[in-house]
């Protein structure tokens, strides 16, 4: 059986790592790996990781920077990168494994569902997944996974502060499309709640676009903080 390396970026996640870690303990188990890249967190994160992680590593802070270490000290045939606030479904490797094998594809990624109760995340949820469907771009929070030849062919993510995510997987769209698992995994709408959803939902929107239309990465990730 292939074996699947989860590459876990993460900066200041303390109050989460843990449980995040031990969501992935069934994997372990199964003989995948995971990977901790940290970002120079100042709460203790890396030494709450060191127990139920294979490697945890520190690198530059930056998604892009910490998921390319990540990958570069990776064992197994097929890369996932999984963010710190993200639980996979159950039997995450059989759909990722035998997808590629049966589909013939060489990346993809999986359904979202948001972790929160607001109708309009339920929107946003069905949006993401059915604009990735037809797009076939993938986002971080869809556990990007790719297997390990083809990523290090293209040279890994573009060390960009924003982005990163959508510039891979245009370069991965033009090899193939992505395999689309729809199971889906479940993030934390922190992100959205905290700014509010709607006003969140226009930032995304304006900050893709502006992406599209060619804005500067590190000005987007300015606007995005």
Known sequence: ?????????????????GA????????????????????????????????LADRVVVAPAGRAVQMNAGA??????????????TRLPEA?????????????????????????????LRVVERAMNLRSRLSAVATGDQAIFVRRTLFERLGGFAEIPLMEDIELSKRLRGIGRPLCIDEPLTTSSRRWEAGGV????????????????????ADLAKRYR
């Open 1 to 17: 059986m292939e074996r699947i390396s989860i590459v876990v970026p993460a900066l200041n996640e303390a109050a989460g790592i």
């Open 20 to 51: 995040a870690l031990a969501a992935l303990a069934p994997l372990r188990a199964a003989g995948h790996e995971v990977i901790v890249v940290d970002g120079g967190s100042e709460d203790g994160t890396g030494a709450l990781a060191a127990p």
């Open 72 to 85: 570069a000290l990776a064992g197994g045939e097929v890369l996932l990168f999984l963010h710190a606030d």
């Open 92 to 120: 995450a490797d059989r759909r990722v494994l035998e997808g590629l094998a049966r589909s013939g594809r060489d990346w993809g990624r999986f359904d979202v569902r948001l972790s929160g109760a607001h109708p309009l």
């Open 198 to 217: 709607v006003r969140t939902i226009l930032m995304m929107w304006h900050l893709r676009l502006a992406y599209a239309l060619g804005a500067d990465p």
